[in-house]
Each structure stands twice: as C-alpha cells, then as structure tokens.
C-alpha cells in the first residue's frame, strides 16, 4: 500500500534553513508526481513545491521560489524539499503528497493528489 513518511521539521530561528525528507513505498515512484503542501492554523492547505518524478521537472508557489528547493533520490524513493531563508510565516504542519496519475503534469492543486503523508511540523520564530 500507498505509505508517505515526512521527516526532518523542527524549529529555527528566522533566516534559517531545514530540510524535511518524504519516503515513498508502494507505488510506481518514478512515473508519479509528488509534492510538499503546507497548512497553518485557521487556512487553506496550500501546495509549495512539486516534482515529476521522471523527468525532475518541478514547480513553486511564488511564495516560496528562490528559497526552497525540492529534489528526490531515485534509489532511496525519497523526496526533499530544502528550505532556506525561513520566515516566521513558513511555519506550518508541512505534508508530503502523491499524484499517482500525473503524467507528467507537474501541479499544485491539492485536489490532484490522492495519497498524504502524516506531517511534519516547521515552526520558525
């Protein structure tokens, strides 16, 4: 089965950066799409970065472009989104998700992704 593990949140002081890692079982890794969502308190779930898995092509939020960066590693099956020059309005429960269907289209709707993983929490103050 579909399973999304989200590690490496924490918290960091402003201008800072993280990494947060998503392993991937239980699908055709390669052929899929998989990207990072963020939700604070009282908003909308929102897509930050996404890749085709296949080609490496990807795509940001204009909020976030020139500070994160998303990159995977074909041989552990896992997705990175580095995160540099954090600001206190990054801070959010961070979810890594996967368009099994994607085909190639690289998106940042949260209604193309069927499967989510848990979460992992970035605070920065």
């Known amino acids: 089965h579909v399973q999304l593990v989200e590690s490496g949140g924490g918290s960091v002081q402003a201008g800072g950066s993280l990494r947060l890692s998503c392993a991937a079982s239980?699908?055709?890794?390669?052929?899929?799409?998989v990207a990072w969502f963020r939700q604070s308190s009282g908003k909308e779930r929102e897509g930050v970065a996404a890749?085709?898995?296949?080609?490496?092509?990807?795509d940001y939020a204009a909020s976030v472009k020139g500070r994160f960066t998303i990159s995977q590693d074909n041989a552990k099956k896992t997705v990175y989104s580095q995160m540099n020059s954090l600001k206190p309005e990054d801070s959010a429960m961070y979810y890594c998700?996967?368009?099994?269907?994607?085909?190639?289209?690289?998106?940042?709707?949260?209604?193309?992704?069927?499967?989510w993983g848990q979460g992992t929490q970035v605070t920065v103050s």
């Open positions: 998700a996967a368009d099994l269907g994607c085909m190639g289209f690289v998106r940042l709707q949260r209604y193309d992704y069927n499967y």
């Open positions: 239980g699908f055709s890794y390669s052929s899929s799409c």
């Open positions: 890749m085709y898995i296949g080609r490496d092509t990807t």
